[in-house]
């Protein structure tokens, strides 16, 4: 079956770093993307990988690794408007979205 | 970039009562939408995939009569909660792919968020 694993919850400090990460397994690959989502609001879209390696974005980088069926999202220099929940999506050989659960990131001062 | 306008923002109705929620693409042709549910604490939740001219594919689990999506134009989607419970009181996101974007394919409207007293 799909499945998308990734940590229901962490933890970081402002100014600090975080990578989030998430482990898939789907039909076919056709990349893996990352969505932040604050409460009560839609996803809003930081990255897509479908290449091995790492994409910088400013703060935010994503990881791939094709052959492990692994990526990562990282934050760089935390501030707390990043407190939200980080969802990583793969997209099957149909280019449907398999979504994680989400991974809540709280920050503290 | 690609927009992806949904009304309401938020509604509250009674239950037995039907609900629609539109979905608009502004600036592109989306010819396939998709509508997802949320519920608190939750990941998004594939619910159909609206097709532009033809019937929706619904998911495993979501009832067609009671979710009635209809899609008939290349910027428009509705999705119409039929006889709403408050079951069904949830945040329904809608989204529409737009190749030519940066977001490669994805972009989301703002979301319903559905309460049924």
């Known amino acids: 079956g799909q499945n998308i694993d990734q940590p229901t919850e962490m933890t970081a400090t402002e100014g600090a770093i975080v990578q989030i990460n998430c482990t898939y397994q789907?039909?076919?690959?056709?990349?893996l993307f990352w969505y932040q989502q604050h409460a009560g609001e839609a996803p809003t879209f930081l990255s897509y990988?479908?290449l091995d390696g790492l994409e910088e974005k400013g703060r935010f980088s994503s990881f791939l690794s094709r052959s492990k069926g692994y990526s990562y999202l990282l934050l760089k220099e935390l501030q707390m408007k990043d407190s939200a929940s980080y969802l990583c999506?793969?997209?099957?050989?149909?280019?449907?979205?398999?979504w994680g659960a989400g991974t809540k990131l709280i920050i503290k001062p | 970039g690609a927009v992806v306008s949904q009304h309401p923002s938020w509604v509250i109705c009674k239950s037995g009562t039907s609900v629609k929620i539109e979905c608009r693409s502004l600036d592109f042709q989306a010819t396939t939408m998709f509508w997802y549910r949320q519920f608190p604490k939750q990941s998004l939740m594939l619910m159909a995939t609206s097709n532009e001219g033809s019937k929706a594919t619904y998911e495993q689990g979501v009832e067609k009569d009671k979710f009635l999506i209809n899609h008939a134009s290349l910027t428009l989607s509705t999705l119409t909660v039929t006889s709403a419970h408050p079951e069904d009181s949830s945040f329904y996101i809608c989204?529409?792919?737009?190749?030519?974007?940066?977001?490669?394919?994805?972009?989301f409207g703002s979301g319903t968020r559905l309460t049924v007293v």
């Open positions: 999506a793969a997209m099957d050989s149909n280019y449907q979205l398999i």
């Open positions: 789907t039909s076919g690959f056709n990349g």
């Open positions: 990988n479908v």
């Open positions: 989204s529409a792919r737009d190749l030519a974007g940066d977001s490669h394919g994805y972009t």
